[in-house]
């Protein structure tokens, strides 16, 4: 059997601006491509949502590699041990991939990699999902940042590779049916509102640099308005790269000046994904342990009835109800109201922050392993740079300010469509006529809601002060 190259894809569904494939593809040999659905011990196995979307996004995939070439291959398991396996199965001498930064991934990878090196396997590892890794940024005193500004700062002045342009291709070949398990039945509503894929990520970039930037610092936190990018489920599976959308955007700043602005702002959220990714590197792991020591301690309430009513979108809270749905319809939720459905669990029901991330993991498709706990934990108050304990949303005032003609409740708690403006956010306040009205019976076509938020206020700000 002739000798191969196998490249190993996780993170990274892409054919442009993919380092692995890129120097795969270089060599004159067949080239093989493997995705592993990873079941090894101390790797988090990957959420309901987010591996709908895989599945969806490797079928993608699968045609677009075979255009050049790439025969791509599925398999669950362990991929310490499959990899080894199937690399010896196909003759491959080198075998590359693109790194990831979470410590036991890590750790797996190094011991892999220097096994397969023993077995006489060329082995090397590129970046295709960071602008700048972990060890390439750090303070003047050389330690880690925990404060995101002048994180952001010194990013910004980093030398940022450009994408990798075109890529060799080797002849066409017929494109495999992966064997891989059909589309969950929950998974429909999902479906109705993305299409996984490089080719939509392409298009979700372009249709935002062109069409919504100019809008995106006033009307990014309205949740009712489409104004931002929707990326996150392609940059999480890496169908798009950081630097892709960063060469992007700055492209379209030099050629139009007025809008460096609006672009400097987007620029800075994708760099608190890069944020992310620098705590998830430096510290142990963020999805079970406080970042801040000090609130290792708490003492969260256990209130099953109160977890499923929040998962459920059943809370009796308008606009945490409209997340909750939004959410769990459409595997995705705007930031502003994660920030509310996540303050509201974690500070006013006082039920412990992880229970939340874990439901936000197994439901949403952008469940991405740096951004989703450090966001956790920066809105529970535990987090680096987070938000201070005592900053306790209040779901109702902010659902008035940032939904205030109560479009996206409407949108996802039909049932108070019908309310006046004045009361959709706060319907447990509103008279008895105006709910007769519009057709609502509190406790019957919609919760009363399940904590009282003044005093879950002052319940947190006891139990959570330290
Ligand atoms: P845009 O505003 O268009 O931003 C572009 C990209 O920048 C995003 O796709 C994302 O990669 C990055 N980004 C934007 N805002 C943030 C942020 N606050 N923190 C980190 N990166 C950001 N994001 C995820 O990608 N995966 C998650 O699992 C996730 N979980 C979250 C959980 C909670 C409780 C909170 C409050 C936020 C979470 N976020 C998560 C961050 C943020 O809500 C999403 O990245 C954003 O809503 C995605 O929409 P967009 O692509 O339209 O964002």
């Given at each position: 059997m002739p000798e191969t190259t196998l490249v190993w894809l996780r993170n990274d569904l892409r054919i442009s601006d993919n380092p692995a494939l890129a120097d795969a593809l270089k060599h004159d040999r067949p080239v093989h491509a493997l995705y592993v659905l990873e079941n090894d011990r101390g790797l988090r196995p990957m959420g309901a949502a987010a591996k709908a979307w895989l599945h969806q996004s490797l079928n993608v995939l699968s045609h677009a590699l075979a255009e050049r070439g790439v025969r791509l291959h599925y398999q669950e398991g362990e991929s310490g041990s499959l990899l080894p396996r199937f690399a010896k199965e196909i003759n491959a001498s080198a075998i590359y991939w693109n790194r990831r930064y979470d410590p036991a991934g890590r750790t797996h990878d190094k011991t892999l990699k220097a096994s397969l090196r023993e077995n006489g396997h060329v082995v090397e590892s590129f970046n295709a999902s960071l602008l700048v890794e972990p060890w390439d940024i750090a303070t003047q005193s050389g330690t880690p940042y925990g404060v995101f500004t002048p994180f952001w700062k010194t990013l910004r002045d980093k030398a940022i590779p450009d994408p990798i342009g075109r890529i060799e291709k080797h002849e066409k070949i017929t494109s495999p049916k992966l064997d891989m398990p059909k589309a969950p039945f929950w998974s429909d509503g999902i479906f109705d509102a993305w299409t996984p894929g490089e080719d939509s990520a392409k298009s979700a970039l372009a249709a935002f640099l062109e069409d919504a930037l100019s809008d995106y610092p006033q009307g990014r936190d309205v949740p009712s308005r489409d104004v931002t990018s929707r990326l996150s489920p392609y940059l999480r599976h890496g169908e798009i790269g950081p630097r892709q959308v960063w060469f992007a955007t700055r492209h379209l700043i030099d050629a139009n000046p007025s809008r460096t602005s609006a672009g400097e702002k987007f620029l800075?959220?994708?760099?608190?994904?890069?944020?992310?990714?620098?705590?998830?590197?430096?510290?142990?792991?963020?999805?079970?342990?406080?970042?801040?020591?000090?609130?290792?301690?708490?003492?969260?309430?256990?209130?099953?009835?109160?977890?499923?009513?929040?998962?459920?979108?059943?809370?009796?809270?308008?606009?945490?109800?409209?997340?909750?749905?939004?959410?769990?319809?459409?595997?995705?939720?705007?930031?502003?109201?994660?920030?509310?459905?996540?303050?509201?669990?974690?500070?006013?029901?006082l039920l412990d922050w992880r229970k939340g991330e874990q439901w936000f993991w197994d439901t949403l498709v952008d469940a991405d392993p740096a951004n989703n706990p450090a966001s956790w934990q920066w809105v529970a108050g535990c987090g680096a740079d987070a938000a201070p304990y005592f900053r306790i949303f209040n779901p109702v005032t902010q659902g008035e300010k940032f939904d205030p003609n109560g479009d996206y409740v409407r949108q996802w708690v039909p049932e108070l469509s019908d309310l006046p403006d004045k009361w959709v956010h706060k319907p447990a306040d509103a008279p008895g006529s105006v709910l007769a009205q519009s057709g609502v019976e509190l406790g019957k076509t919609y919760p009363k809601p399940i904590v009282d938020l003044k005093t879950s206020r002052t319940r947190a700000l006891e139990a959570l002060a330290r």
């Open positions: 800075s959220e994708l760099a608190w994904r890069e944020f992310s990714y620098h705590l998830l590197f430096h510290r142990p792991d963020i999805s079970q342990h406080p970042m801040q020591e000090r609130f290792a301690d708490i003492d969260w309430r256990t209130d099953t009835k109160a977890l499923h009513a929040w998962q459920k979108g059943q809370t009796g809270i308008p606009i945490v109800d409209a997340g909750m749905r939004q959410l769990w319809t459409t595997g995705w939720m705007h930031n502003r109201v994660r920030m509310l459905t996540a303050s509201l669990i974690s500070k006013n029901l």
